[in-house]
T-cell receptor, first 113, second 114 residues
Framework: QQQVKQSPQSLIVQKGGISIINCAYE??????FPWYQQFPGKGPALLIA?????SEKKEGRFTISFNKSAKQFSLHIMDSQPGDSATYFC????????????FGTGTRLLVSP | NAGVTQTPKFQVLKTGQSMTLQCAQD?????MSWYRQDPGMGLRLIHY???????DQGEVPNGYNVSRSTTEDFPLRLLSAAPSQTSVYFC?????????????FGEGSRLTVL
């Protein structure tokens, strides 16, 4: 079963626009919610992360919005650039000793020039 | 710093063959793990290790073996390859403890089983 549901599967945004990717989860034991960015031929790399005691976290053009009651979180990319074209994965971690991340299915973002 | 190094980058196997995917990290990280990435399924945890000599199963462990004899190395063995194991495999490492959940990934090993 998919413990973290991610949408959309793919997204095309014009340069300068806002990219929004959504994720939802069911397990209230999750205590850490990172987003990973993956370029073709490369491994995923941590982009930004949030803990459930915070409703929003911003780093440059990237913002995570977190709604604990709805069990949803989203990634917003402001002023999207062609260099942002990549696959984005949301993830969630159970509060155990090992960082056992559960990943969403990924969103392929294309920012058109 | 090399970070996490995976070899080989590409491999083609026939059904029933065995092979080992190598993973090495030079960050002195306590935790290491193997994920497989398949279209539409994200990344799924195969096996992980919380230190030398300690391994455990992840979400999709069947058909794979691991061992961790040193802090640096965490090889993944395919015992008898099957077409269903065609995938891109990623090794990741992370510091021990609960202060950070950041995983550091290698560049992946693309495996095709015919």
């Amino acid at each position: 079963q998919q413990q973290v549901k991610q949408s959309p599967q793919s997204l095309i945004v014009q340069k300068g626009g806002i990219s929004i990717i959504n994720c939802a989860y069911e397990n209230t034991a999750f205590d850490y919610f990172p987003w990973y960015q993956q370029f073709p031929g490369k491994g995923p790399a941590l982009l930004i992360a949030i803990r459930p005691d915070v409703s929003e976290k911003k780093e440059g053009r990237f913002t995570i919005s977190f709604n604990k009651s709805a069990k949803q979180f989203s990634l917003h990319i402001m002023d999207s650039q062609p260099g942002d074209s990549a696959t984005y994965f949301c993830a969630a971690r159970k509060n155990t000793g090992f960082q056992k991340l559960v990943f969403g299915t990924g969103t392929r973002l294309l920012v058109s020039p | 710093n090399a970070g996490v190094t995976q070899t080989p980058k590409f491999q083609v196997l026939k059904t029933g063959q065995s092979m080992t995917l190598q993973c090495a990290q030079d960050m002195n990280h306590e935790y290491m793990s193997w994920y497989r990435q398949d279209p539409g399924m994200g990344l799924r945890l195969i096996h992980y290790s919380v230190g030398a000599g300690i391994t455990d199963q992840g979400e999709v462990p069947n058909g794979y073996n691991v061992s961790r004899s040193t802090t640096e190395d965490f090889p993944l063995r395919l015992l008898s390859a099957a077409p269903s194991q065609t995938s891109v495999y990623f090794c990741a490492s992370s510091p021990g403890g609960r202060n950070t959940g950041e995983l550091f990934f290698g560049e992946g090993s693309r495996l095709t089983v015919l």
